[in-house]
């Protein structure tokens, strides 16, 4: 079968290693913080690094900060997020970015139009050599898409199939794909069915980034990518992962590292607790998304030390969760911040969860901002979505139900919201 593999800057995808990247979730206007921050990441072995780029402003800050990283003979792929407005993608594509990141769905609501300005894109990506992503997440297909396969993983697949073709007519080749959602169980069906059609259909494959969104922090937010990623890689599907957290970003690449290591050495035998979660979900994650026996006991050692029956039991739980298989807990889907970020969406988190964990089962988004927040938290129960400067808005499943609380108010009207449904 053609592998095809995508050029971003000096990194090669789809040629056999796996390639680790992250996002800055700093402002991309503070050119000095962006900077800052991608030195951290490449320092840490990321290998391609992506701003939130909204309009032509961030085009041009993004400019300035490749300038800066290249003077510094830092020569990190940087790649220009961009969600909504197809002439943003156009300059970035233009000379700025190694590569762009767009769901061309979002660039009209008509899809004739949409498909237009993604040819248009195309031609600028061929005449610059940029290389692009088109990625869609569960919870962002348009009704075009969703009234006829619903918002499944095969409405996913087959979204992303239709800007594939036009990519593939319009011989285009430098191209990645994604299908993330929060759900592993979804996220991990999208990739499967999106590699069999690119098989059956094109006979080739293009390369795939992989991510769980919103995953969160933590444990649970390690565990989650685990399982994701970890059933994929293990399949031999995927050439280029992002681990999202809600954390500092440069906390995304050891654990993304680990992940790359559990190929050559699934034993759980760990350096740390990290590792040994991350070693717990590659190892068990696909067997429990497809419905395998949940009757083992975690064994291994962290550290040298063999695994303590308390601490196995945990990370079985973390475990269970994250593969949608028990839940002990409530469920947090919260977005990794970027430079859409209204509030500290660590410290937000944190006091969320404090105030919610004993719901077990509910799901509950914590989002960055309106502009794609409500779309990202798919299949949330509950959100608390930032709306503006010191507000939030409230969500019951994709309803605005409170707008405009005062932030330091809106987690106890969460709280009360989930009490009065309970
Ligand atoms: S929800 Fe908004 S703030 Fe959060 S990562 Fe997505 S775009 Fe950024």
Request: some cysteine; glycine content about 10%; proline content about 3%.
């Amino acid at each position: 079968m053609e592998k095809v593999i995508c050029k971003a800057g000096n990194v090669s995808i789809g040629s056999g290693k796996i390639v680790v990247q992250s996002m800055c979730n700093t402002d991309t206007l503070d050119v000095a913080a962006s900077v800052a921050q991608c030195k951290a990441l490449a320092a840490a072995g990321c290998e391609m690094v992506r701003l939130t780029t909204q309009g032509l402003r961030q085009v041009r800050a993004l400019g300035e900060i490749r300038d800066v990283l290249r003077a510094e003979g830092i020569d990190v792929p940087l790649v220009a997020d961009v969600h909504f407005n197809s002439e943003v993608a156009l300059a970035a594509a233009a000379g700025i970015a190694d590569k762009v990141r767009i769901n061309p769905g979002n660039f009209s609501k008509d899809h004739e139009v949409a498909m237009a300005k993604l040819r248009e894109l195309l031609q600028v990506c061929k005449d610059y050599g940029t290389a692009l992503r088109i990625g869609l997440n569960h919870g962002s297909l348009g009704e075009r898409i969703t009234s006829v396969w619903g918002d499944t993983p095969l409405g996913m697949c087959n979204a992303i199939m239709e800007w594939l073709r036009v990519c593939v007519d319009n011989d285009f080749y430098n191209l990645t794909l994604s299908l993330k959602a929060s759900n592993t169980k979804v996220m991990v069906e999208a990739y499967e069915l999106l590699y069999k059609a690119m098989q059956d259909e094109l006979g080739m494959i293009f390369p795939l980034h992989l991510g769980v969104t919103e995953a969160g922090n933590g444990d649970s937010g390690r565990m989650k990518s685990a399982v994701g990623i970890g059933s994929l890689l293990k399949e031999g599907i995927g050439d280029t992962i992002r681990v999202s957290l809600t954390e500092d970003p440069v906390n995304e690449i050891p654990v993304a590292r680990m992940l790359v290591r559990c190929m050559e050495d699934d034993s759980l035998n760990a350096a740390s607790r990290e590792e040994y979660i991350v070693k717990v979900g590659y190892r068990y994650g696909k067997e429990l998304l497809e419905g395998g026996s949940d009757d083992f006991t975690l064994q291994g050692s962290i550290a040298g030390k063999p695994v303590s029956e308390a601490e196995a039991e945990d990370i079985k739980d973390i475990l269970l969760q994250a593969s949608r298989r028990r839940f002990t807990k409530a469920e947090y889907i919260a977005c990794p911040s970027c430079g859409r970020t209204l509030y500290d969406i660590e410290s937000v988190l944190a006091e969320v969860r404090k105030a919610t964990e004993r719901f077990a089962g509910v799901r509950i988004a914590v989002m960055g901002c309106i502009v794609n927040g409500p779309g990202e938290m798919a299949d949330a129960d509950y959100g608390y979505v930032g709306q503006g400067a010191g507000k939030i808005t409230l969500y019951k499943g994709r309803t605005p139900v409170e707008k405009d609380i005062p932030q330091q108010e809106a987690v106890s009207h969460l709280v009360a919201l989930i009490e009065k449904d309970r």
